[in-house]
């Protein structure tokens, strides 16, 4: 779907922020460039047809300002969170606007197949410690709700505390190359499995919180030489430049948007120029679980190679099935979205830098 060459109206994208997948198999597509710029979730049943839009650009109930992540629950319910609304638009699955949520619901967020309206999402916790948490949250009503599942390891050293993002400055004004991620997805019995330091170790909690296996494998870290640190600083300067591109390139900005982007790109640039490393490239770069359940773990290819990382598949019992080798037409990377029946989606663009989302159907042995 999409691209230049886009044979439909409804298939011309701008800039898909999101996708996600809902219990049946319809395809969610955030094309969100900001106002004046269609902004829209676009369905797509599994079939490749078209069903529905909604949401679109305003200051109304359901109407978008900035948004930029999405969430899709199985029966189809969405999430959609407005950087300039300050909050989360909650629409039912027939795309019908619900209400607005106010306050956070962490970083990378995930459905949650336990509740009827929750999300798991990876969290800073206090502005004066430096604990990294995965939380579930609950927005069944106007205020949310959150319940710790997981304190994770923390990486940095006592002494180089960050606490909670305060300002545009605290979000990106430092950065560490290299820092072991807090890497997580949520299973489909509701437990989750998640990745917080630089070693091949992976924790699986069931849904109260508690670890119920720990999968690890004998793949030691790559050290970080300085050639590594300069070719990942050069990595990031082009990252930001071409996201800094991407934004002015998404159609007219209100004055807020424009200060807002100018502000978070110099910001950027400044905090890659500065940044601090750690002295390991962490094994582990993502973490994915499949709609039957597999785990997909994704290893960290050698910095500036270009090349995406080898794809571990692992069973559900923590079973190791096969490595995959991605970079190519039918698996060019990690799949940006899973799911059910073994649906994968795949975000790229063309030669316009116009989006293309490619769907494919996953072999059952890798589901």
């Not at 298939?11 to 955030?30: K, P, R």
């Not at 037409?329 to 490619?358: H, K, Q």
Request: proline share 8%.
């Amino acid at each position: 779907m999409g691209s230049a060459l886009a044979e439909s109206v409804w298939e011309e994208f701008t800039a898909i922020q999101h996708i996600g997948f809902d219990g049946a198999g319809n395809l969610y597509l955030l094309d969100a460039p900001g106002p004046e710029a269609g902004t829209r979730v676009v369905i797509v049943d599994p079939a490749g047809r078209h069903v529905k839009d909604f949401g679109r650009d305003g200051d109304g109930p359901g109407e978008f300002r900035w948004p930029r992540r999405m969430v899709v629950w199985a029966d189809g319910g969405t999430l959609v969170e407005d950087v300039l609304h300050t909050g989360h638009h909650v629409f039912g699955p027939e795309g019908d606007f619900d209400r607005m949520v106010r306050g956070g619901v962490g970083l990378n967020m995930r459905p949650d197949p336990g509740g009827a309206r929750t999300v798991v999402g990876a969290s800073w916790r206090g502005a004066d410690d430096n604990g990294r948490s995965i939380l579930r949250f609950d927005l069944s009503s106007d205020e949310v709700s959150e319940r710790t599942l997981v304190e994770a390891w923390v990486p940095w050293p006592e002494d180089e505390g960050r606490g909670a993002p305060v300002t545009l400055e605290d979000f990106v004004g430092e950065l560490w190359g290299f820092e072991p991620a807090l890497l997580f997805d949520v299973l489909p019995s509701g437990g989750i499995a998640f990745s917080d330091s630089s070693g091949y170790v992976i924790k699986l909690i069931d849904p109260s919180g508690a670890i119920s296996r720990v999968l690890r494998r004998p793949i030691a870290p790559l050290p970080a030489t300085e050639a590594i640190r300069q070719a990942e600083r050069d990595r990031r300067l082009e990252e930001t430049g071409n996201r800094t591109s991407a934004t002015v390139g998404g159609g007219e900005r209100t004055p807020e948007m424009a200060e807002l982007s100018n502000a978070l790109a110099a910001a950027r640039v400044a905090a890659v120029e500065n940044m601090r490393f750690f002295p390991e490239v962490p094994v582990i770069s993502a973490l994915r679980a499949t709609g039957d359940g597999a785990l997909w773990v994704q290893r960290s290819a050698e910095p500036a190679s270009g090349e995406p990382g080898l794809i571990d598949v692992i069973t559900p019992d923590g079973r190791y099935v096969r490595t995959l080798a991605p970079g190519t037409a039918s698996l060019p990377d990690m799949p940006d979205a899973f799911g059910p029946d073994g649906l994968v989606a795949f975000l790229d663009t063309d030669a316009f830098d116009v989006p293309v989302i490619t769907v494919r159907r996953l072999p059952a042995e890798i589901r």
